[in-house]
């Protein structure tokens, strides 16, 4: 088809090319994607902002942390189980904050995944063989954490927008955690 990439499956506005039996499931992404990032922003919020609701995710993870690790250390004696037991609390916390982290990466990765590859959307540095899903959640990832390469380059309008979203979110995201962290901490 005119104007599309190769084989006409990288972007989901492409039909492909006659002859092939392959399914383009791109259409799935960008929903799946949005719902992740729902979900992550309703955890993050009703875990450190919202202080009479419980989070239903964070804290059925956390319960089941705890049961795992209560059950896990059960052979142990006393002392060994009380010193294994003391750093549940700090691996709970940090497990919800690399949890809400990799929810933000993998919804934006899908939605970057059916488009990273137009070069409409996306500018990408010449260089290895490199597939769709590996430069969607690389990007993610590289935006979450405002770090900012530049491989790969949004030089779409929407995809630059939804760029600095990313980096805002990955900035609030951080310092709530902090503040998560803080106030998990303090009598």
Known sequence: TAGCPSGGLRNPLCQPDEGTDVIDLSW???PLGLGLILLSLLDVFMTVLHVQVESPISNKLNRWF???LVEGTRPLGKGTRDQVLAWGAPLMIGGIIVFWAL???LGFGLL???VVHDPAIFSIED??????VGDAF?????SFFTIGYGDIVPVHPLARFVGVLEGAFGL???SLSRTYLLS???P
């Open 28 to 30: 799935f992404a960008v």
């Open 66 to 68: 705890w049961h795992a």
């Open 103 to 105: 929810l933000y990466i």
């Open 112 to 114: 970057y995944l059916p």
């Open 127 to 132: 260089g290895a063989l490199t597939t769709a």
């Open 138 to 142: 690389y990007f993610s990832a590289v």
């Open 172 to 174: 609030l995201t951080i």
């Open 184 to 186: 998990a901490h303090l």
